[in-house]
């Protein structure tokens, strides 16, 4: 097999004696690692070996210093910022830009560009243009076209770039000198000051030989080509004439510009090797629906090669590396080593979403009356993690029940630090200072209690180390007041770039790398995964502050020059293969369809290869989902007789109105609810939805009119009652209802947000409603309110006899002109009309009016439990959505054909036909023949919450 880095050290033992005296460059640390394996299998004796380095351990030794971290350097830049512009922002709001900035000043220096021409003032174009000398015409026309584009904007977008470009000029070279006052440096300045200085380096003792370079910076090519020209260093050339005698190939169009230079060119081989078509190697390609899918396909394909293969011959590269684990567990058993250069990013360890939760939690708290609060969202999430589980799993279980039942949207700090030591490390309100301290603390106690877990312990070692560099660099920083948010961004910034390195033997079996850590290494058997357009090569996009025709006018780098960087380093991966394996997913992402590579496409068209390729499927039926249909077991009707009433008198569970209602919609949701007991997630609700705001409702109107009679020591409101209840009496009454729903001791205050206040207002103004209307019906006897009504109803079916227990809590029962009234109170706009009660019970009419069912179901529960009632029963709905109304009447109407548009006076007149049809009900619901089925009428499940069960 072909080997670059192998050829190459056999020909320079060939040519060299002594490798003692050579001083080998290559572009990374992994390469040299296999340059030097590959030297101590050729020689046959022991020797002294070269000396390995990378370009940049070359520029730094020769500058005598190496690159200050990024954070420090962007504080030394704003300090420049500040002294030269009066209106400085804040060092937070600073920080984006000045990353950008300092970026492009690397970028101008790596690439030797003059920063005061660059950065020229647009006002003085006309003087710019007369010395655009060191341009060329093609240069100087992508200038024109950006000053053309730039007056065509509005005058307020010119204006705005106009001034920060203005500071740009002075920014640079006032940070030069604050750089070389404070003896700091970024890795550009330093490139720049070496290849300024390059006449001043004296001959080094040892030979340079440059090895497996394609693309180079300005200030690395100055560097290169004044060590070949003045100290005869030697260049290897890693290429190949299919890229690089194809004009269109960007994968050669570096070396097609160095061929070209004087000094360059007489070092490229006279004969181009052809690696890749000599080579003609069995290229295969896969399409998987999804990118797990590649994991297993990845293993597949390994699975089929001889246990006795040589693994370090082959690799996997992954552009992305979320793919890592998934191929990690993929591997077959025959593969016992395997080596990763990747490493695994902590973002990814569930470790590091317990102190991104932990820092969240910090974005959210709310202070009220110098007590701390913290949002429910964050605690719910650090409650459910198993760092606090394991503390103390039953304080946690049960504070996320108190949550969820007493609707807490924010949870006080002395509740949570009743779970003990830990909670009260975690919980905490923070000022700036105290982060770190905070954050380490917060380590060091996870470190303890994960004793056993050596791979989480690992990934908190790393957190650790970073913490404390960063601690270091801002310590050293305190002039600069920073705030809480920001240092919160920081440490996610940071925390997210950190990666667990794996150990093992780099020279052994199995190699699974990145695209960029495969620079110069060959290997036989190739198999890349998600070459997709967007991951190989990476999406375009340069984060720069210099408009792009000014980038490519100077000659600073685009996305072309980045396009051509990962097309030489795929091709490059072909020198040697025999087997490739090419897989791409067809998922989407972000919106787009999953296009394959412009690679793939490309070697189809250039090497006429066969389009075919391997679709991977993931097994799925394509039947239609199975109607699901639950029979009634012997489990099953041992769980229904807990409705039944045995000869005590007593039930283990009653039938709601709700429940028989759901039972006519879906005898399938019945079963799951009522059988099986599967319940409905709860959420906090920050909304005051339609459900909430009926609950406080229904809690005011009771709190109104049990307090009257608690005071009055009377149940009958009389007209000249209803004045005073309006004048004082609401808002004390809405108040109580608002704490009776979320569960708020009376001592306590409220402490809700702003929507509450909104909802108060606007219950006020229903209750004045209600109470216009209730003293228009005026005198009128309060007899029950939210009370729970309940009766044994018999059934006599065909299989036997026997009673239900029934029961529903009727929102107010009173007496109006010898009428006593069932009002149910509702938040929607239920209508009030039906055509006859079979309607009331028949799953096949569309809009089954299930208000006027319930209504009639409480005039069964009251006559059963006041059997001696002769008074008139009369159903009523006061729907809040229709009290405004001038017309607006709160009685069932019967729109049947005997009683057209007769008003419902008496629950009596339908008792028979009613309790005929609720019998008939429970006969099928107790029937063990008839199932608990689906219904057939799929509007009503796009609400239901168990859709997803039924797969609908």
């Known amino acids: 097999m072909h080997s670059f880095l192998k050829n190459t050290a056999k020909t320079i033992l060939e040519q060299h004696t002594s490798l003692e005296n050579l001083v080998i460059v290559l572009p990374n640390r992994r390469a040299g690692l296999f340059f030097t394996q590959h030297l101590g299998v050729l020689t ?45 922002e804040s060092f937070d709001k600073f920080y984006f830009w000045g990353e950008m900035i300092l970026k492009d000043f690397n970028d101008v220096d790596q690439f030797l560009v003059d920063a005061t021409k660059l950065y020229h003032h647009l006002s003085e174009i006309k003087e710019l243009e ?28 010119q204006e705005k770039f106009l001034r920060f470009w203005q500071i740009l000029s002075p920014l640079y070279s006032s940070f030069q000198a604050a750089l070389d006052v404070s003896g700091l440096a970024y890795s550009g300045k330093l490139y720049r000051k070496v290849a300024e200085s390059l006449e001043k380096i004296p001959r080094p003792e040892k030979k340079y030989l440059f090895v497996g370079f394609n693309a180079f910076t300005g200030a690395e090519e100055k560097l290169i080509k004044h060590f070949i020209s003045e100290f005869e260093a030697g260049i290897y050339w890693d290429i190949d004439a299919y890229y690089l005698e194809d004009r269109n190939q960007e994968a050669g169009m570096f070396f097609r510009e160095y061929q070209k230079d004087k000094v360059f060119g007489p070092t490229f081989p006279k004969e181009i090797p052809q690696y890749i078509n000599d080579k003609k190697a069995n290229i295969q390609f896969y399409a998987t629906p999804l990118k797990s899918n590649q994991a297993n396909l990845v293993g597949a394909v390994l699975e089929a090669v001889g246990e006795e293969e040589n693994w370090e011959e082959t690799v996997v590269i992954l552009p992305d590396e979320q793919m890592l684990f998934p191929v990690l567990h993929a591997l ?30 910090q974005r959210f708290i709310k202070m009220d009356q110098g ?44 509740k949570l630090h009743e779970g003990g030591s830990f909670f009260q490390k975690v919980f905490l309100k923070l000022q700036s200072a105290e982060l770190f301290t905070y954050l380490s603390d917060l380590i060091q106690e996870l470190a303890h209690n994960l004793e056993e877990e050596p791979l989480q312990r690992s990934y908190l070692f790393q957190c650790f180390k970073q913490l404390n560099r960063l601690r270091e660099i801002l310590d050293k920083q305190s002039g600069q007041p920073l705030e809480l948010d920001f240092l919160i961004r920081i440490f996610r910034q940071i925390f997210r770039e950190v990666k667990l390195p794996f150990e093992g033997e780099p020279l052994q079996g199995l190699q699974i790398m990145g695209v960029l850590e495969s620079r110069n290494l060959d290997f036989r058997r190739l198999i890349i995964c998600n070459l997709n357009e967007g991951s190989f090569p990476p999406s375009g996009g340069l984060n720069s502050m210099i408009p792009f025709n000014i980038r490519r006018a100077f000659g600073l780098p685009v996305q072309e020059q980045n396009d051509a960087i990962y097309a030489y380093t795929f091709y490059r991966l072909l020198h040697s293969a025999e087997e490739v394996h090419l897989i791409y997913t067809t998922a989407s992402d972000q919106g787009k369809a999953g296009e394959k590579s412009r690679y793939i496409q490309q070697m189809l068209v250039e090497m006429g290869l066969n389009a075919d390729e391997k679709v991977v499927f993931v097994p799925i039926g394509l039947k239609n989902t199975e109607e699901i249909t639950i029979q009634k077991n012997e489990e099953i009707m041992r769980r229904l007789t807990f409705y039944k009433v045995d000869e005590n008198g007593n039930s283990l569970k009653n039938f709601s109105p709700s429940a028989l209602n759901i039972f006519l919609d ?15 997630k709860e959420e906090v609700k920050e909304e005051v ?25 009377r149940i009958v409101l009389e007209k000249d009652d209803f004045e005073d209840l309006r004048k004082n009496w609401v808002k004390p009454a809405i108040e109580k209802g608002v704490r009776k729903f979320y569960k708020l001791e009376e001592d306590k205050d409220t402490k809700l947000n702003g929507q509450i206040a909104i909802v108060r207002d606007v219950l006020h103004k229903y209750i004045y409603r209600l109470l216009e209307i209730d003293e228009a019906a005026a005198p009128l006897k309060i007899l029950s309110m939210e009370k729970r009504h309940a009766a044994a109803f018999r059934v006599k079916a065909a299989y036997g006899d026997f009673k239900v227990s029934l029961e529903g809590v009727i929102d107010r029962v009173d007496q109006v002109s010898g009428t006593i009234r069932m009002i149910d109170y509702k938040s929607g706009a239920d209508k009030k009309d039906f055509t006859d009660i079979a309607s009331l019970f028949d799953r096949a009419v569309k809009k089954r009016n299930k208000a006027a069912m319930q209504t009639l179901y409480y005039g069964l529960l009251y006559q059963s439990m006041y059997p001696e009632n002769k008074l008139p029963l009369k159903p009523a709905i006061f729907n809040f959505k229709e009290i405004f109304k001038d017309d607006f009447n709160p009685y069932l109407q019967d729109k049947g054909s005997e009683r057209k548009g007769g008003e419902v006076q008496d629950y009596r007149d339908y008792q028979e036909e009613f309790e005929q049809s609720l019998t008939t009900l429970l006969e099928d619901l107790f029937d063990e023949s008839v199932p608990f089925d689906q219904t057939e009428d799929l509007d009503k499940c796009r609400i239901c919450p168990f859709k997803e069960i039924c797969g609908r």
């Open 332 to 361: 077959p058993p025959t593969i016992s080593k395997v080596n990763v250069t990747m490493g695994y990013p902590i973002r990814n360890a569930p470790v590091y979403a317990f102190l991104e939760s932990v820092l969240e939690m």
């Open 130 to 157: 007369a010395d655009l000398s060191f341009l060329t015409d093609e240069q100087i026309e992508l200038i024109r076209q950006f000053w053309n584009s730039f007056q065509r904007q509005d005058k307020q977008h």
């Open 44 to 88: 046959e004796k022991p020797i002294w070996m070269p000396e390995v380095k990378t370009i940049e351990d070359v520029f730094y030794q020769l500058a005598g210093l190496r690159p200050a971290d990024n954070l420090t350097l962007i504080f030394e830049l704003y300090k420049v910022y500040q002294s030269l512009n009066e209106e400085a």
């Open 371 to 414: 007590k701390v609060y913290f949002y429910h969202q964050q605690v719910k999430n650090l409650l459910s993690s198993i760092y606090l589980k394991s503390t103390n799993p039953g304080f946690s279980s049960e504070l996320l029940v108190h949550i969820q039942e007493h609707n807490m949207i924010y949870v006080p700090l002395e």
């Open 689 to 713: 939805d339609a459900s909430v705001f009926g609950n406080i409702a229904h809690y005011s109107m009771e709190s109104l009119y049990e307090g009257f009679i608690e005071r009055k020591k």
């Open 666 to 680: 879906c005898r399938l949701k019945f079963y799951l609810r009522y059988v099986a007991g599967i319940k409905e």
